[in-house]
């Protein structure tokens, strides 16, 4: 199955085998979803909402399960953290928080980035946070500390599974660039695209990188 949302609030899950829908939709009846993120035992949806809300969604009955509000404006971004236990929000309020899902509670944040958080991303040991915005920033997970900062413009950005690769995106030149995050430089020449790169993600293993595109193509590096 696959979930998709839309800017009018609504939730739907699809069958890939037949692309037909499954049940009905579901609505967000406050303000429309600005950004959606499954959680890693496939269960449950946390979105990000116009009015600055998180809500963590049951995909089976598509119920809002908890509704967490912290973020002064529009949530842009949500990400989980690889046990499930926290989500992490991004807002154009130019803060990050990290929450707790059992509680509810804001145990990380707000922590100040300093412009609108367009993109935001857990490493896969959860050791760190990669946001974008103007610039592209490494925090710690647990600190919130300012780890490392890039002057790209890119989003989506994320991070390799042995946490030394940051892909960053380029959204005029159309390119997946590579970085070294131990020396902080580039690794090799930008990797480029026909069009716009829409999301990107690494496998498993980190041997290969995976990007779809606004031409209707998925380009595949090694």
Known sequence: RIITYSQDGSFRVWDLKTGKQVGEKW???????????????GKKVASGSFNGAVKLWNINTGKVIKTWTG??????????????????????????????VESGKTILGPIEVGEDVRAICYSPDAKMIATTGGMVRIWGADSGESLKSFEVHSAPVLLSPNNRILATTSLFERTVQLWNLEI?????????????????????DGKFLVASCLDDHIYTWD
């Open 27 to 41: 609505e967000d009846e406050d303000y429309g979803v600005e950004t959606i993120a499954l959680s890693p035992d």
């Open 71 to 100: 973020h002064s404006k529009e949530v842009r971004a949500v990400s989980w953290s690889p046990d499930g236990g926290r989500v992490v929000s991004g807002s154009y309020d130019g803060t990050f928080r990290v929450w707790n």
């Open 184 to 204: 902080n430089q580039p690794i090799g020449t930008p990797l480029h695209c026909q069009h716009r790169v829409d999301s990107a993600t690494f496998s498993a």
